[in-house]
């Protein structure tokens, strides 16, 4: 099995975190009569332009509720990319990060796909510019090619295959099967945590979630000690050490479906926190509780809060119905390219629903698939 070869910085030529002018677009706190203002008129907008919101479990819990409340879904990458290509509307407001945008341009080219603020993007885009991945790729011409849907579309066009946290162990595995040696990017933990589940021969870029990427072992370790009768949800961008205390290991909507299914009265979650938004709603009663990304082990805090999510606001889905501003735009050219990655990973989950099931470790009861 090969070994990760490839390393790349994700900071910039002056040393500055990607994540600093994420922080100053984030929008200031509403009252509740500006929300309910503004959650008026991005009804009235989405109505008149016939238009549908489809949002990730990430963004502002307003921004949730009024995806559902106007027909729209608050759901994960895969879920989203399905929705948005099949919806009738010929107007996408997407919610959440840049490279969800792209993927719903690319596969209904035909639509107009809008986004609260086209700033948002991800740590796992940055950090994997195309140009070097490509490089990565003519260094390596023997490996079928498979990136995460956290990538531009640029990278996608590079790709054989595009996969989400829900869907990679099964695509990973199917392609090992077939006897297919695998280079993958850009998130190493997802790529070393799919390495030892299939036993795949995968040649792993060198990219991380910075959320995911903070969460402690060794404090999670002293969490559980606390809550011995909790289940552990762990997403799997998330460190080998954090992984491997988890109950379920999978994408937010497997985590979701494990709250919502789960025996267990407690839960402590190893995501993005406002994924808790979802889970009280759908599972009231039961309590959650955040995975620990501070402690003795850590080299500095986070708060369990993607920046790049957090910029996507009410004021935003006004402002880019009202005046057409944040609209996605490919490359046609790449877009045709990397629509083959996408719906080769659409079809593939079309034609093996069993392929979505969570990693669920040992035996826990009333957790199926996703
Ligand atoms: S939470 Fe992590 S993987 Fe998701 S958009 Fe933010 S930086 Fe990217």
Known sequence: MSDTVYEYTRQDAQGQSCTLSAWAKVPAPLTPSQRDA????????????????????????????????????????????????????????????????????????GKTVLMPDLDATCSLDLGCPADDFAAFCDAHPDRTVVVYANTSAAVK???????????????????????????????????????????????????????????????????????????????????????????????TSQMLSAVINGSAQEYIVATDNLIMHRMRQLAPGKTLIEAPTAGNSATCKSCAHCPWMAMNGLQGVVDCLESGSGEIHVDPVIGQKAHGCIDRMLAYVAAHPAALAPKVQGMVKGIGAA
Request: hydrophobic share 45%; net charge negative.
């Open 38 to 109: 503004l959650k008026a008129r991005a009804r009235e907008l989405l109505a008149a332009r016939n238009a549908v919101l489809v949002a990730h479990y990430y963004v502002e819990g307003e921004l949730q509720d009024l995806a559902l409340e106007t027909g729209g879904i608050v759901a994960d990458s895969l879920e989203m990319a399905r929705f948005g290509r099949d919806h009738a509307s010929q107007t996408l407001v997407v919610a959440g990060v840049r490279f969800m945008g792209e993927s719903a341009k690319i596969l209904s080219p």
């Open 157 to 251: 066009a590079r790709a054989d295959w595009m996969v989400t946290s829900s869907c990679a162990l099964g695509i990973v595995n199917h392609l090992k099967d077939q006897g297919q040696k695998i280079l993958w990017a850009p998130d190493r933990h997802l790529g070393r945590y799919i390495q030892r589940e299939t036993g795949a021969d995968m040649l792993l870029w060198q990219g991380d979630c910075i959320v995911h990427n903070e969460f402690k072992g060794v404090e999670l370790q002293l969490l559980k000690a606390q809550h011995p009768n909790a289940m552990v949800l762990v997403h799997p961008e998330s460190p080998e050490s954090v992984v491997a205390l988890a109950d379920v290991v999978g994408s």
